[in-house]
């Protein structure tokens, strides 16, 4: 089958989250079962910036130019194979020459450029896929665009379109003047992408495109409640028939902690002691004091949706249980405020870094005993995964992907802790169940072992695409 990827980022050219994580190592997984998958995203400048290196694999396949309402744009392909996968770069320095990826005043225009850039570029590359699957909002017109203006088009029929939401906050809403102003679609066809009285993207991708998936099974059904849903419950649950859920992997070449350079020691479910050895040396790394305490890492965006206010309430109590924090991120001020205050109160027991630092990250999933990640709403969650992937228990609140990936230890069959209802003591409960299971040396072995050999490989979630994907193109 043929298969092309369309997002907004992609590992390891630009990423911003874990969407990126997932168009670097989905599409290879799908190229490793036999299929010929490829990838298209903007051609930013950061990538020319920050990576020079991957620039010079880069060669120009052509250009041409895309309509973007009246407008006439130039749109360059510039393509290179990376881990196995064709990439294709849609390169627009207008568009895309900028500091960031987002978070500019035209990005509806930006990515409506990209949209039906991608659509365009068919007609010039060699490739025709059988299935294009599209990825959040930035995306969410090519369906769209398809079904509107391509959908008859000689080289262009029966092209099959899975759009997969991995966050439901950001939809891409704009003003009704936008439909035809920068979309250039005709005004009779506002209905596809009117919703409450603006324009949704991503509403338009919802009732165009063939299949809607969400990145774990729990958060397809969740996404049809308005707890979740931000506002677009009411339209997921009329379409409710072709929406699904496929669980996210984790690349567990680059996770491994039997190869990583990065840690201390390396170790495996096996031969677990290199864990020790990684917990000292983080321990060192932060100033932090040393001694068997238990460490629990935090490694997330400082924002109210991750459940940091939950961590927030009940964090001094957790501190006088004798928990050591390991805690790196960034976001809201209030929240960096409240962790750097928790850091000067109680130096020996708590470590803040603010900020985006892989290799840090990398340090933390691996020294630590506990990785806490209470979210609000969490559509799949890669750094539970993780932190498991490393012997890291994690404990977590039972939403998304995060109740699809870990299994409470009441029963001692699972993986880590979980609880149900956002709020602060049910948290601290899962906290205490933990802290009672690492006094207990034989369980917490057991339970490690448990995390270590958990498979969160993209096999198993690959195949469930292929089906989905083939159950498509029998129609
Ligand atoms: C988004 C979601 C996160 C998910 C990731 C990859 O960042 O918030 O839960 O793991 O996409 O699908």
């Known amino acids: 089958m043929n298969i092309l990827f369309a997002a907004s980022e992609a590992v390891p050219f630009a990423a911003s989250g874990g969407l990126a994580d997932v168009i670097g190592s989905l599409p290879h997984a799908l190229v490793e079962k036999g299929h010929d998958c490829r990838i298209v995203m903007p051609y930013y400048k950061s990538i020319k910036t920050a990576h020079p290196e991957l620039c010079e694999r880069l060669t120009q396949v052509t250009h041409f130019t895309v309509d973007v309402s009246w407008r006439k744009q130039y749109c360059g392909i510039y393509t290179a194979v990376w881990n196995g996968v064709?990439?294709?770069?849609?390169?627009?320095?207008?568009?895309?020459?900028?500091?960031?990826?987002?978070?500019?005043?035209?990005?509806?225009?930006?990515?409506?450029?990209?949209?039906?850039?991608v659509l365009e570029m068919l007609r010039c590359i060699d490739f025709k896929p059988d299935i294009i699957n599209e990825n959040d909002w930035q995306t969410a017109l090519i369906p769209v665009f398809y079904q509107v203006f391509y959908k008859y088009q000689q080289g262009f029929q029966n092209i099959k379109h899975v759009f997969t939401i991995h966050n439901i906050q950001y939809q891409g809403n704009y003003g009704r003047e936008v439909?035809?102003?920068?979309?250039?679609?005709?005004?009779?066809?506002?209905?596809?992408?009117?919703?409450?009285?603006?324009?949704?993207?991503?509403?338009?991708?919802?009732?165009?495109?063939?299949?809607?998936?969400?990145?774990?099974?729990?958060?397809?059904?969740?996404?049809l409640d308005p707890w979740?849903?931000?506002?677009?419950?009411?339209?997921?649950?009329?379409?409710?028939?072709?929406?699904?859920?496929?669980?996210?992997?984790?690349?567990?070449e680059l996770y491994?902690?039997?190869?990583?350079?990065?840690?201390?020691?390396?170790?495996?479910?096996?031969?677990?002691?290199?864990k020790n050895a990684c917990k000292e040396a983080l321990?060192?790394?932060?100033?932090?004091?040393?001694?068997?305490?238990p460490v629990i890492g935090i490694v997330t965006r400082f924002?109210?949706?991750k459940g940091i206010d939950l961590i927030r309430y009940v964090f001094e109590d957790i501190v006088n249980m004798g928990f050591k924090f390991a805690i790196l991120g960034s976001g809201e001020r209030i929240y960096e405020d409240f962790f750097s205050e928790m850091q000067s109160r109680y130096p020996d027991q708590v470590s803040v870094t603010l900020g985006f630092q892989p290799d840090l990250a990398r340090k933390i999933y691996a020294g630590s005993d506990m990785f806490l990640m209470p979210s609000q709403s969490e559509p799949c969650g890669l750094a539970q995964m993780i932190a498991m992937r490393y012997g890291t228990i994690p404990i977590v609140r039972e939403t998304g992907g995060l109740r699809d990936s870990v299994k409470d230890d009441g029963n001692h069959d699972?993986?880590?802790?979980?609880?149900?209802?956002?709020?602060?003591?049910?948290?601290?409960?899962?906290?205490?169940?933990?802290?009672?299971?690492?006094?207990?040396?034989k369980e917490w072995?057991?339970?490690?072992?448990?995390?270590?050999?958990?498979?969160?490989?993209?096999?198993?979630s690959a195949d469930s695409y292929l089906a989905l994907y083939q159950e498509l193109c029998k129609q």
């Open 283 to 293: 321990l060192a790394e932060l100033a932090l004091q040393e001694g068997d305490e």
């Open 86 to 117: 064709t990439y294709y770069l849609l390169d627009n320095e207008y568009y895309f020459k900028r500091d960031g990826l987002y978070g500019f005043y035209d990005d509806c225009e930006r990515f409506v450029f990209f949209s039906r850039a």
């Open 228 to 252: 979740y849903s931000h506002g677009l419950d009411r339209i997921l649950v009329n379409k409710q028939y072709k929406l699904s859920g496929i669980l996210n992997g984790i690349d567990t």
């Open 414 to 441: 699972g993986n880590g802790f979980t609880f149900k209802t956002y709020n602060a003591h049910d948290m601290l409960d899962a906290v205490k169940r933990a802290k009672a299971t690492y006094d207990n040396t």
């Open 256 to 274: 491994n902690p039997e190869t990583d350079d990065l840690i201390a020691k390396k170790f495996s479910a096996k031969h677990p002691s290199g």
């Open 179 to 223: 439909l035809n102003e920068v979309m250039g679609i005709p005004l009779y066809h506002m209905g596809i992408l009117e919703y409450d009285g603006a324009i949704n993207m991503m509403k338009g991708a919802i009732e165009t495109a063939d299949k809607i998936t969400t990145v774990s099974p729990s958060y397809a059904w969740e996404i």
């Open 445 to 460: 072995k057991a339970l490690r072992k448990r995390a270590l050999k958990s498979d969160f490989s993209w096999s198993a």
């Open 303 to 305: 924002v109210s949706h």
